[in-house]
């Protein structure tokens, strides 16, 4: 009898637990998928202590984060800084399981909410070896094809969730004025319309926003894509003499007509996120700007997402940084900014917005917005339903989907400035049957400088070993005929050049890779020896002028001695999309993104300035057909009925015009 007691006690005792815990469950709402994310905030907000708020505004660099960290402050989020990885050369199952290790000790504390890692993915994942490397966005903007752009988004969505991260700091929609910016190659273009329409990116990183969605929410359509940044906020492109970090001197009408129209779009897209920008407007610095981070941004444009700064952004709101840190903490937040990128010092950061909070310099309904902001984008991610990143998508890293979408990328941003003295005598495209040729030139056998600045490393780097990619050498000797002799000098004498009879010479120059404020330039030269180069070159061959940079650079005084000059910008991995449109494998198409001036006294200079005297103007660029295209056009006409005469005359003139263009180049 006691046996049978005992064990209906226990059978009560079982069940009283289980509903117990039944009704726990049911009444912990932010843990039920099924509720409104509305609903899941709320809940969650509520039960929240100041102390795990706070955790939630805090963004550290992976290089101070571990697991017990992100228990003990209640860390909201992690990011890798330029360069920032798990170790050399890591492979995607190493950036898996580094940001897992850090998500479980976030879920291991008392509410367990995940945190978010974010990523600078600003052309392609950049940060990641073996990953696809697409044009910088001034590339894309020569482009002028939004379709691309998105397309573009959604391989870098891939390859970032490849590596379980899901948040990135892109786009840049920058509307770079100067190209004396360090940054101007992450602007699309001068002209506001172009950067509005390149914000097709972020439905291609986000996935597209369902047709009922209020405006302003973000929005992330699930495991294969990423909550995007639009970024810096604003007017970060228009700073007085394209210094970073510095001033924008316009007013209103010409910071919302210029520099705000991509934000708005943006918006409407269902951007997740927002970074303030370094950059003062009329002298006050963003990051302390309530009027446009708040009232503008959040109550007028009706942003719904969270707000960042930038990297120790908060910290340089003085002068010089960190000199009133409490001061500048309390600025920036109550600013309206709602995640913190510290990164290092994160506990400075705890105690001080802590301390401003209980003495009520802060409201308590300025932290309640932001941790609400920060909540909402991460249910809207489904990150409380999948935290931990898995192996499934660690196939589309650099696949070759992505590389052959790249090279399209680059054959479509590649701009033709001059070919050939005039159209009856053009160097395009190039023979693949010449004899001999020269290749030279500082930047044709170095990916690092082919990709630049915000690849592998924060500044980039030199040589071909730091990633995959085809070098436009490497794309050179692959494409042209087999028994052509390509010859390789970086930096040829000009006798060298004058005694080996090459048919043609392709020389490719440019920049050094370069971010930020060391990228910023008062002179905008080519690096030596790349003059002396083009000299030594061209003086003594036919020659095609390739130019890597991220804005345009000086290059009138040697334009007459060029015969051939191709804007190529910073493509990436992905050389043989430069070689697809020399051969004439496919057109040149591209349009200039952005002014090409003739003296650097001329800066700033857009166009429809009032002293607008380029050297190539906005939106200028040589268009070319294919060869193919350009055989097929003229023959087209007899498949379908009798040849006229006419037809017949065209057809002969172009068989005859290839012929000459090949045997002038075997004499040559």
Known sequence: MVRILVQVVGVVCLWWWWSAAMAETESIKYKDPNQPVAVRVKDLLGRMSLEEKIGQMVQIDRSVANAEVMKTYYIGSVLSGGGSAPLPQASAEDWVNMINGFQKGSMSTRLGIPMIYGIDAVHGHNNVYNATIFPHNIGLGATRDPELVRRIGEATALEVRATGIPYVFAPCIAVCRDPRWGRCYESYSEDPQIVQEMTEIIPGLQGEIPSNSRKGVPYVGGKKKVAACAKHFVGDGGTTKGINENNTVTDRHGLLSIHMPAYSDAIIKGVSTVMVSYSSWNGVKMHANHELVTNFLKNTLKFKGFVISDWEGVDRITSPPRSNYTYSVQAAIQAGIDMVMVPFNYTDFI???????????????????????????????????????????????????????????????????????????????????????????????????????????????????????????????????????????????????????????????????????????????????????????????????????????????????IHALVAAWLPGTEGQGVTDVLYGDYGFSGKLPRTWFKTVDQLPMNFQDSHYDPLFPFGFGVTTESVKDLVSRSTSAAVHEKPSALTIVVSVIITLYLTASNNWLKQK
């Open 351 to 561: 105690d001080d917005l802590t301390y401003l909070v209980k003495k009520n310099f802060i409201p308590m309904d300025r932290i309640d917005d932001a941790v609400a902001r920060i909540l909402l984008v991460k249910f809207t991610m489904g990150i409380f339903e999948n935290p931990l990143a898995d192996f499934s998508l660690v196939n589309e890293l650099g696949s070759q989907a992505h590389r052959d979408l790249a090279r399209e990328a680059v054959r479509k941003s590649l701009v033709l400035l001059k070919n050939g003295e005039n159209k009856t005598n053009p160097i395009l495209p190039l023979s693949k049957k010449a004899p001999k040729i020269l290749v030279s030139g500082t930047h044709a056998d170095n990916l690092g400088y082919q990709c630049g600045g915000w690849t592998i490393e924060w500044e980039g780097f030199s040589g071909n070993n730091y990633t995959r990619g085809t070098t436009i050498l490497g794309a050179v000797t692959s494409t042209v005929d087999p028994s052509t002799e390509v010859v390789y000098r970086e930096n040829p004498d000009s006798d060298f050049v004058k005694s080996n009879n090459f048919a043609y010479a392709i020389v490719v120059v440019g920049e050094y890779p370069y971010s930020e404020t060391l990228g910023d330039s008062m002179t905008l030269t080519m690096v030596d020896p790349g003059p002396s180069i083009i000299k030594n070159v061209c003086e003594a061959v036919k020659c095609v002028v390739v130019v890597i940079s991220g804005r345009p650079i000086v290059i009138k005084p040697y334009l007459s001695a």
